[in-house]
């Protein structure tokens, strides 16, 4: 029996049998506008030889992470720094043909596996900088610090790249407002719900909440990402109408926050499972465009909503 307020998404067999008849499998080289908007379930590595070169704007990898852990059956097994990176570098240039010249890429890693990424990416592409953000969960350790936080390594192919900063600025609370000489407000504004200072972001990000199972956007993948984590990338570093790749696509957040952001997605996963999952989330897209901490075309700070009206206070719980 669930909880009255889960709101995990799950699948039936026939939701099962619904949305995979939707994927797409590739044995040939395929053309850009029979992907488009599609997911295709398949292992990325045997996909990609069939992928077309030079259409993807944004490129968002998430890979399994250096730990030994089970994939779909499969263990991925810990290796050492450079075995992972060399792992990285037999699929990695070959699936950069596919980015545009003007494309950038968001690469994830955690900890243990980071350092590889960095020693790939450097030699192929232009690194820009390393975001580091808060995952605010996971487990207490009685001889090491708790590991909480995460990597995004942010490169581009070239100095000419997307990077739209009015789009992703965050409205964070004055604590301690600063007046001018004349009694005015300095760089914050000051409203009846409280004080509030739009800033530029930053590459450390503290405002992301996991998806748990009160969260319309909960899925049972293990490691999913937060739709709003999702959608500073895409909105930063990609326009309307522009084609976001994820080729370890899991439950689907980051084609479904292209869709309900205007833009189009082209997806891959192995699990069949986690395809039927991403499918039923784009179809909830179609008339629900909400992401949660994201509203009004600002990204709004952690527990920022209790001084918002009670407007904005319902569409931004648990921001």
């Given at each position: ?36 908007n ?8 045997e ?9 993807a ?33 037999s699929w ?28 790939v ?17 996971g487990r ?10 995460e ?42 719900h ?14 992301l ?30 326009n ?11 439950s689907?957040?980051t ?18 499972r986690?395809?039927?999952?991403a ?41």
């Amino acid at each position: 029996m669930r909880a009255a307020r889960n709101r995990t998404l799950t699948l039936s067999s026939d939701e099962m049998r619904h949305f995979g008849s939707k994927l797409l499998r590739l044995s040939e080289p395929t053309p850009i506008h029979v992907l488009l908007n599609k997911t295709v379930h398949q292992d990325v590595f045997e996909a990609l030889s069939c992928l077309p070169d030079n259409w993807a704007d944004l490129l968002f990898l998430d890979p399994p992470y250096n730990l030994t852990k089970s994939f779909n059956g499969n263990v991925f097994r810990a290796r050492s720094v450079e075995e992972y990176g060399d792992w990285i570098e037999s699929w990695f240039p070959e699936l950069l043909r596919t980015l545009k010249p003007t494309g950038s890429v968001y690469f994830c890693a955690d900890w243990k596996s980071s350092a590889a990424v960095h020693l790939v990416v450097q030699k192929y592409l232009q690194v820009r900088n390393r975001i580091t953000w808060e995952r605010e969960k996971g487990r207490g350790a009685r001889t090491n610090w708790k590991n909480c936080s995460e990597d995004i390594w942010f490169c581009t192919k070239s100095e000419h790249f997307s990077f739209n900063l009015d789009a992703v600025k965050v409205k964070r609370r004055v604590v301690a407002p600063y007046r001018n000489a004349n009694g005015a407000p300095k760089d914050w504004d000051e409203t009846i719900h409280g004080n509030y200072r739009l800033t530029h972001p930053s590459n450390l990000w503290t405002d992301l909440t996991i998806p748990f199972w009160s969260m319309p956007e909960n899925t049972e993948h293990s490691t999913q990402k937060p739709e709003k984590l999702l959608a500073r990338i895409i909105l930063c570093s990609s326009n309307p109408e522009d084609v976001v790749f994820d080729p370890f696509l899991g439950s689907g957040t980051t084609s479904v926050v292209a869709k309900k952001l205007g833009r189009s997605y082209v997806g891959i996963e192995v699990d069949p499972r986690y395809c039927c999952l991403a499918e039923k989330r784009l179809e909830s897209a179609e008339h629900d465009k909400k992401i949660q901490g994201f509203a009004d075309g600002v990204f709004w700070d952690r527990n920022s909503f209790p001084l918002l009206s009670g407007h904005l206070h319902r569409r931004l719980r648990m921001a």
